[in-house]
């Protein structure tokens, strides 16, 4: 679930920090910038588990801050697939059911992938298994905040990097003082997340720990 990643960046280190310990002002910046951040392609930064080499450090012209490049490994939450983790159902939707482990939200057990056969409860929001017994049918419902144990089946990333303005619809030329910003209507588009986990608990073994504890 947790991995070591080694990394390489130069930190910038404001001179009002010079009278610290250069380690523990390195490991303060990097904690600032990556700590709780998704790195593409790495996975969810959780805090600095040590620095590895402190290259030498530099000022340069017109800045007072020092430059250090730095060589440390960053303990990162990345699950391997068909690795098994527990979590909590965050809510239900149409598109699954959504999963938190407290630290991490995006997680989705797509329709297809729950114990089947599956319906959605349209009234109280929320997925249930149709599990059958040698009495019928009872509905398991899958209610919020419940602990669920689910397999990592794949992972998505997303390039959330900023990117430039989109162009113009219009060829015509903004008039001096007149915006050429989108509506305000035209920016509500959903924000996509930069990792996502995908997961399944159609085997046995799987879905809400109450289900086969009892």
Known sequence: MFVLVEMVDTVRIPPWFFQRQLNEAVAEELNKKLANKVVYNVGLCICLYDITKLEDSYIFPGDGASHTKVHFRYVVFHPFLDEILVG???YCSQEGVHVTMDFFDDILIPP???????????AEQVWLWEYETDEGAHDLYMDQGEEI????????????????PATAASDTPAQPGQSTAPPAEDNGEKKEAPYTLIGTICE?????????NS
């Open 88 to 90: 909590k159902i965050k």
């Open 112 to 122: 297809e992938s729950l114990q089947q056969p599956a319906k959605f409860d349209e």
């Open 149 to 164: 144990r689910f397999r990592v089946a794949d992972e998505v990333f997303v390039d959330t990097s900023p990117t430039g």
């Open 204 to 212: 046995p073994g799987l879905g809400l720990l109450s289900w086969w």
